[in-house]
């Protein structure tokens, strides 16, 4: 099993629908982020979580420490958020790297 | 303040060859960490070095990859006599020494082995 599980693995949704992904991890970790990689592309960091919620523009991280789980939602989704978005935890102290989930690979219809 | 550099962005190389991948952290970023991402596979953490010290190398294959990050200049992940397996998106992250868990990416460097 790996440490860190996305679901779904692919999503494909209308323009303006409500999208949700979802991370469980099974690990301690120091830190939790959500990515954006367009196809071909670099990887963009979207959220760095340790706790409760964060929102930027459409945009919005949940993360819950207890349940060892966290969600990526995307308000309006647009054709342009169409990228594989990857949840990635960091381990505790002493163990700095970040470990990735297989990521989600969405796709946004007009 | 530019962001993570990395270079070549697209690199071909003949199986037996060396291969050079360059990775300039972002100003004030002392840690910088290598990840491999294999075709049609997720990220794979290799290698976290702060300047002049490998802290952590359990993601590297044992032959015929290095890494360094000198006092001065960009930090270099080495591939000597390349195989066809090492074709991959090679990226780059930094991170600043105070700040726990950040991790801003470079733009990568696709390797082709022929």
């Known amino acids: 099993k790996n440490e860190v599980e996305q679901s779904p693995q692919n999503l494909t949704a209308q323009e303006g629908e409500f999208i949700t992904i979802n991370c469980s991890y099974s690990?301690?970790?120091?830190?939790l982020h959500w990515l954006q990689q367009h196809p071909g592309g670099g990887i963009v960091s979207l959220f760095m979580?340790?706790?409760g919620k964060k929102k930027h523009g459409r945009l919005i991280a949940t993360i819950n420490i207890q349940e060892k789980h966290s969600s990526l939602h995307i308000t309006a989704s647009h054709p342009r958020d169409s990228a594989v978005y990857i949840c990635a935890v960091r381990g505790d102290f002493g163990n700095e790297k970040l470990t990735f989930g297989t990521g989600t690979r969405l796709t946004i219809i007009p | 303040n530019a962001g993570v550099m990395q270079n070549p962005r697209h690199l071909v190389r003949r199986r037996g060859q060396e291969a050079r991948l360059r990775c300039s952290p972002m100003?004030?970023?002392?840690?910088v960490y290598w990840y491999r991402q294999l075709p049609e596979e997720g990220l794979k953490f290799m290698v976290y070095l702060q300047k002049e010290n490998i802290i952590d190398e359990s993601g590297m294959p044992k032959e015929r990859f290095s890494a360094e990050f000198p006092k001065e200049g960009p930090s270099i992940l080495r591939i000597q006599q390349v195989v066809r397996g090492d074709s991959a998106a090679y990226f780059c992250?930094?991170?600043?020494?105070?700040?726990?868990?950040?991790?801003?990416f470079g733009q990568g460097t696709r390797l082709t082995v022929v």
């Open positions: 690990v301690g970790i120091s830190a």
């Open positions: 992250a930094s991170s600043r020494r105070e700040i726990r868990g950040e991790a801003f």
């Open positions: 100003k004030g970023h002392s840690h």
């Open positions: 979580l340790s706790s």
